[in-house]
């Protein structure tokens, strides 16, 4: 698989996916169902760090030749000759089934805020009481909210 970007994060396989599975003939259409299994190369998203993840997703698709009668439905894949080239559909799963972040571990704190320290490593020791200059005024009526209870 290519390097790719999606969703804010860069994949980078460097060694090819493993698909396992059968492709059934229901005479009218072919029913692809397999497994794909691989490892990419992410980032945590606290702290930024490089990961080597493991994927595993589910293909099931329905494939028929592009010369058939084929109904107007955008869930079939249509193929000529006798070859089926798979790349794009086991790509279009992946992408499909791509998690919305990746850690490094559980309990990643992430980066400062303030410094950009690794706080994974240590406290920085920044003053994390400093308020974004854009929330000062809620901040403000929150703190009088309070003051007058």
Avoid at 67 to 95: R, T
Avoid at 116 to 145: F, H, Q, S, T, Y
Wanted: glycine fraction near 6%; aromatic fraction near 6%.
């Amino acid at each position: 698989m290519p390097q790719i970007s999606f969703m804010g994060e860069d994949f980078d396989f460097s060694e090819p996916f493993k698909a396992e599975g059968v492709i059934l003939n229901n005479s009218k259409a072919l029913e692809l169902d397999m497994t794909v299994t691989g490892k990419a190369l992410v980032h945590c998203a606290r702290c930024g760090k490089p990961l080597t993840t493991e994927i595993s997703f589910p293909v099931r698709e329905t494939l028929m030749r592009e010369d058939e009668a084929a109904p107007e439905d955008d869930e079939i894949i249509l193929y000529s000759g006798k070859e089926i080239e798979l790349d794009d559909v086991i790509l279009s799963n992946f992408l499909m089934s791509v998690p919305v972040k990746y850690l490094c571990k559980e309990d990643c704190k992430g980066l400062c805020s303030v410094c950009g320290a690794d706080l994974n490593e240590g406290d920085c020791g920044c003053d994390k009481d400093v308020i974004d200059p854009r929330w000062e005024k809620l901040a403000e009526i929150m703190k009088n909210m309070t003051d007058t209870k």
